[in-house]
């Protein structure tokens, strides 16, 4: 939260790879099987991706710079985490839709747990 600039080991920036794409990918590996549970089994499946109100402070108002994900140059840690935060919530909400148009009794959310002060905030200088 708030690191550095990083890349990973797959050449991404850091926090968009560990708060989001990390969390796309294994929605994504598991969905199939989610689908065939909640068809068979009658029961409600949910996803609920963690976000924060920090997706209010991201590089613009126009959405996530995929253009420049990996730009060191004009790196802002906060907006960078505000970034990573928007693509769970968008994610979420693009998944409930199409969910829905298909009709799977899957809810996809996104959720805002809370300001709580852990070790995670060693980045940090103040809360948001």
Known sequence: MFCPFKLSDEGIEMQFATNHLGHFL?????????????????????????????????????????????????????????????????????????LQEEGVNITANSVHPGVIMTPLMRYSSYLM
Do not use: V, W
Request: proline content about 0%; hydrophobic content about 30%; overall charge positive.
């Open 26 to 98: 294994l929605t994504n590996l598991l969905l199939d099987k989610m689908k065939q549970t909640a068809k068979t089994t009658g029961i409600e499946g949910r996803i609920i991706n963690l976000s924060s109100i920090a997706h209010r402070y991201t590089y613009c108002r126009k959405g996530i710079r995929f253009d420049k994900i990996n730009d060191k140059k004009g790196y802002s840690k906060k907006k960078a985490y505000g970034q990573s935060k928007l693509a769970n919530i968008l994610h979420a909400n693009e998944l409930s839709r199409r």
